[in-house]
Nanobody, 115 residues
Framework: QVQLVESGGGLVQPGGSLRLSCAAS????????MGWYRQAPGKQRELVAR???????NYADSVKGRFTISRDNAKNAVYLQMNSLKAEDTGVYYC?????????WGQGTQVTVSS
């Protein structure tokens, strides 16, 4: 059974930085794409950043130049470095991995950007 464990959320002031981590375990198959989504109160879940098995990345326009996604295939882990955080980045961040054709989700980690 695939499990995703996230860490790194918290409260940060505007302009600050956070690094989210997500480690996957329990899969017999290699992981394809890995990514981060977020959901703000009253809004739909949206893609923040995604990285393929080959290392190609794509970002939401709102985070380009501020966030960086990376992965460590040996650890089945994905990271999201978030810099220059803004109040509008506040939300619950969910790790997502695709294994074969199935999507798996982490439990979510809260990120709050506030002074």
């Amino acid at each position: 059974q695939v499990q995703l464990v996230e860490s790194g959320g918290g409260l940060v002031q505007p302009g600050g930085s956070l690094r989210l981590s997500c480690a996957a375990s329990g899969s017999r198959f290699s992981i394809n794409a890995m990514g981060w989504y977020r959901q703000a109160p009253g809004k739909q879940r949206e893609l923040v950043a995604r990285i393929t098995g080959g290392g190609s990345t794509n970002y939401a326009d709102s985070v380009k130049g501020r966030f960086t996604i990376s992965r460590d295939n040996a650890k089945n882990a994905v990271y999201l470095q978030m810099n220059s955080l803004k109040a509008e980045d506040t939300g619950v961040y969910y790790c997502n991995v695709k294994i074969r054709i199935i999507d798996y989700w982490g439990q979510g980690t809260q990120v709050t950007v506030s002074s």
